[in-house]
């Protein structure tokens, strides 16, 4: 009943930028805290960046200072500025949202960075 859908994905050259988007829609009455993951082949899904609703943000270490989360209550929508852009941030990139006691998972989108 409730999903969750990315957007923003695509190819950038090192150095640039991207900006992702993360809708959740169906029958929410309250989205609580939501986030960024992303998995790159063969490796564990790791998370990248998560906000609560009055916008306390978090970010692993390896994007402090390059990503920025943020999001907009009304719409239901979180989003990822993604600048500085590296090889290594190529992956899936997975938004999730904490919604009535339960994870939610959007389907990834694909962020790839070239040299």
């Known amino acids: 009943q409730v999903q969750l859908m990315e957007s923003g994905g695509g190819l950038v050259q090192a150095g640039g930028s991207l900006s992702l988007s993360c809708a959740a829609s169906?029958?929410?009455?309250?989205?609580?805290?939501m986030g960024w993951y992303r998995q790159a082949p063969g490796k564990q899904r790791e998370l990248v960046a998560a906000?609560?609703?009055?916008?306390?943000?978090t970010y692993t270490d390896s994007v402090k200072g390059r990503f920025t989360i943020s999001r907009d209550n009304a719409k239901n929508t979180v989003y990822l500025q993604m600048d500085s852009l590296k090889p290594e941030d190529t992956a899936v990139y997975y938004c999730?949202?904490?919604?009535?006691?339960?994870?939610?998972w959007g389907q990834g989108t694909q962020v790839t960075v070239s040299s």
């Open positions: 999730n949202a904490y919604i009535f006691t339960k994870n939610y």
């Open positions: 169906g029958s929410i009455f309250s989205v609580n805290a």
């Open positions: 906000i609560t609703r009055s916008g306390t943000a």
